[in-house]
């Protein structure tokens, strides 16, 4: 009997491991972590289509299942799945409130995994998990106070606040792709018009990209690509040798650090910014955040100025190479 007390004290005192799901437009990603942050086993699946829940959750779950069996079989060993999911997310019900990327509103995601599992599930936005994750194992590891943000489809944001995810109201207090900074400006997936999502992110750099190209039939752009093959890293690829390209990647870059000053309220002395986009090589010669950084923010002749560092965990990245 003693003997059985301590067998099953000692299994429950061994450290778990955890599952993280990663939800994005078009690949969900799945990683076993242990509880030093290192990545023990990757998986991935196509995401579902476009408003249907019930294709994200059997993805979710044959995704948890197929990195399961190949680590053990055994689901109780893990301590839970962690989600990182677009849009805005209500993390105390684990319920997609809306999510224009996915097509779904007030989806409860985090309740159908868990039943369809019996494993525990907690769901934030993906930008937050990001922010909190670099903050406890990244980038923003030796500060108490980090901002993160993402460059993506959609343009995402997180806030660490002494150590601590800070989320808001409904878990939506860090939409910083959904900040308006043009009145009446370009439409938004979240049915508003001028969100810096509209001007920032992937999507609307393709968006340009075939604009300009329309725009000026003389563009070196037309030697490579046509319309179909334009990606977010079109403009990049021709910065220095076609002046459309490079007024399009200066100016959509540059409509990022006009949202920023906005935030300046939570005191945050560090900022997080995608890995991949950094380590473009034209944005690390010539890169417009660097150039405008101490403008944009109210501060003190003596006050220091604000570090952005690049991520070091690229689980997920923004701009992919499809992509940038």
Same mark, same amino acid.
């Given at each position: 009997?003693?003997?059985?007390?301590?067998?099953?004290?000692?299994?429950?005192?061994?450290?778990?491991?955890?599952?993280?799901?990663?939800?994005?437009?078009?690949?969900?990603?799945?990683a @076993?972590?242990?509880?030093?942050g290192?990545?023990?086993?990757?998986?991935? @699946? $196509?995401?579902?289509?476009?408003?249907?829940?019930?294709?994200?959750?059997?993805?979710?779950?044959?995704l948890?299942?197929?990195?399961?069996?190949g680590?053990?079989?055994?689901?109780?060993?893990?301590?839970?799945?962690g989600?990182?999911?677009?849009?805005?997310?209500?993390?105390?019900?684990?319920?997609?409130?809306?999510?224009?990327?996915?097509?779904?509103?007030?989806?409860?995601?985090?309740?159908?995994v868990?039943?369809?599992?019996?494993?525990?599930?907690k769901?934030?936005?993906?930008?937050?998990?990001?922010?909190?994750?670099?903050?406890?194992?990244?980038a923003?590891?030796?500060?108490?106070?980090?901002?993160?943000?993402t460059?993506?489809t959609?343009?995402?944001?997180?806030i660490?606040?002494?150590?601590?995810?800070?989320?808001?109201?409904?878990?939506?207090?860090?939409?910083?792709?959904?900040?308006?900074?043009?009145?009446?400006?370009?439409?938004?997936?979240?049915?508003?018009?001028?969100?810096?999502?509209?001007?920032?992110?992937?999507?609307?750099?393709?968006r340009?990209?075939?604009?300009?190209?329309?725009?000026n039939?003389?563009?070196?752009?037309?030697?490579?690509?046509n319309?179909?093959?334009?990606?977010?890293?079109?403009?990049?690829?021709?910065?220095?040798?076609?002046?459309?390209?490079?007024?399009?990647?200066?100016?959509?870059?540059?409509?990022?650090?006009?949202?920023?000053?906005?935030?300046?309220?939570?005191?945050?002395?560090?900022?997080?910014?995608?890995?991949?986009?950094?380590?473009?090589?034209?944005?690390?010669?010539?890169?417009?955040?660097?150039?405008?950084?101490?403008?944009?923010?109210?501060?003190?002749?003596?006050?220091?100025?604000l570090?952005?560092?690049?991520?070091?965990?690229?689980i997920?990245?923004?701009?992919? $190479?499809?992509?940038?």
């Amino acid at each position: 009997m003693e003997e059985s007390k301590k067998a099953k004290t000692n299994t429950a005192n061994l450290v778990k491991n955890y599952i993280g799901i990663d939800i994005g437009g078009t690949t969900i990603k799945g990683a @076993i972590i242990n509880h030093s942050g290192d990545i023990l086993r990757e998986a991935r @699946i $196509e995401t579902s289509a476009k408003g249907d829940g019930e294709g994200l959750r059997n993805n979710v779950v044959a995704l948890v299942n197929e990195m399961v069996m190949g680590y053990g079989g055994f689901k109780s060993s893990f301590g839970g799945i962690g989600i990182g999911c677009p849009g805005l997310i209500d993390s105390k019900r684990g319920m997609i409130v809306f999510s224009g990327n996915l097509g779904l509103n007030y989806y409860p995601l985090g309740s159908v995994v868990s039943d369809s599992l019996g494993m525990s599930v907690k769901v934030t936005n993906d930008a937050n998990a990001a922010a909190l994750g670099e903050a406890k194992f990244g980038a923003g590891k030796k500060y108490k106070d980090s901002i993160l943000i993402t460059l993506g489809t959609g343009v995402g944001g997180g806030i660490v606040v002494d150590g601590k995810l800070f989320e808001g109201g409904s878990s939506a207090g860090t939409e910083i792709g959904h900040t308006v900074i043009v009145e009446n400006g370009e439409p938004c997936t979240c049915g508003r018009k001028g969100c810096l999502e509209a001007y920032s992110s992937a999507t609307a750099l393709i968006r340009k990209t075939k604009e300009i190209m329309q725009e000026n039939e003389d563009s070196a752009m037309w030697k490579k690509y046509n319309l179909k093959m334009v990606s977010g890293k079109t403009a990049f690829d021709y910065a220095e040798t076609d002046e459309a390209a490079k007024v399009l990647w200066i100016g959509t870059l540059n409509t990022l650090p006009v949202a920023l000053p906005t935030l300046q309220i939570y005191s945050v002395r560090k900022w997080l910014c995608s890995a991949a986009v950094w380590r473009h090589k034209k944005i690390n010669s010539q890169n417009p955040f660097r150039s405008c950084w101490t403008n944009k923010f109210l501060r003190g002749k003596d006050t220091q100025v604000l570090k952005l560092l690049p991520l070091r965990l690229v689980i997920k990245q923004a701009f992919t $190479e499809r992509q940038l």
